[in-house]
């Protein structure tokens, strides 16, 4: 039982690792439209770095550029679609997505908010704002993320998604001016990107345990989606 448990664990983070480098994939052949070489393209600079971090083939990552710039003859038609609504316990949620099917991608996130609640546009997304975010961990002892948040520009921090990481959080302007000056300040950064941050979230403490794990569930659900690139979830924390 034990050899099986740990070729089944090694699979599940082979398949996570591939969804994704599928999700990234994607981001670069989008990012790809403004130009192929990322030292003129501060969007394709960003989740080139967000790639490489991960570890992504450098074949894959030149492959996905090419395709994007159109340098392959190949015609990518992705549609940029985002979503938003409640999870369960009026969680508020907003989705984005990235399809070559808006159709199939409509009917499988109405699926998805089954157990919670789809909304129409601005129903949601009025009481978010459109930020810049930047992970990043501390290069040297005694990195000072407070300190490097003035210094580099960012308007606000949090804890980050990993142990040890800080988020920064910028202008959607100044994403990558913030991201160039933290390794400046001690910090290395890990991912860059543009997303939503809820102005009034949700304090889980107000939430059952059971309550937070239906949400949780939900908001798993929808990540697998393979059209679904990233969740905000106006979860306080």
């Not at 996570?16 to 994939?25: E, I, M, T, Y």
């Not at 003129?40 to 490489?52: F, P, S, T």
């Not at 001016?177 to 939503?196: E, I, Q």
Request: with cysteine; proline share 5%.
């Amino acid at each position: 039982m034990g050899a099986q448990w740990k070729e089944k664990g090694k699979a599940l983070a082979a398949d996570a690792k591939g969804k994704l480098f599928g999700k990234l994939v994607k981001d670069i052949m989008i990012a790809a439209r403004s130009g192929a070489d990322p030292k003129d393209n501060a969007k394709l600079r960003m989740v080139v770095e967000q790639a490489r971090k991960v570890s992504m083939p450098r074949d894959t990552l030149e492959r996905a550029i090419k395709k994007g710039a159109g340098l392959t003859g190949e015609t990518i038609n992705y549609t940029s679609v985002v979503y938003e609504g409640f999870a369960p316990h009026r969680v508020p949620v907003v989705v984005e997505c990235l399809t070559d099917n808006v159709n199939r991608t409509a009917s499988e996130v109405r699926g998805l908010f089954r157990k919670g609640q789809l909304g129409t546009p601005g129903s949601v997304t009025w009481d978010y704002d459109h930020v810049g975010l930047v992970e990043a961990e501390p290069a040297t002892p005694g990195a000072d993320p407070e300190n490097a948040a003035i210094e580099a520009g960012a308007q606000d921090l949090e804890s980050g998604d990993q142990e040890g990481t800080t988020l920064f959080i910028t202008d959607a302007a100044d994403v990558d001016v913030v991201s160039k000056a933290l390794p400046d300040h001690g910090f290395t950064v890990l991912s860059a990107k543009l997303g939503w941050k809820a102005k009034n979230p949700v304090d889980p403490s107000t939430l059952s345990t059971e309550a937070l794990d239906e949400v949780f569930a939900f908001l798993a659900a929808i990540d697998e989606n393979d059209d679904v690139q990233n969740v905000y979830a106006g979860l306080a924390g």
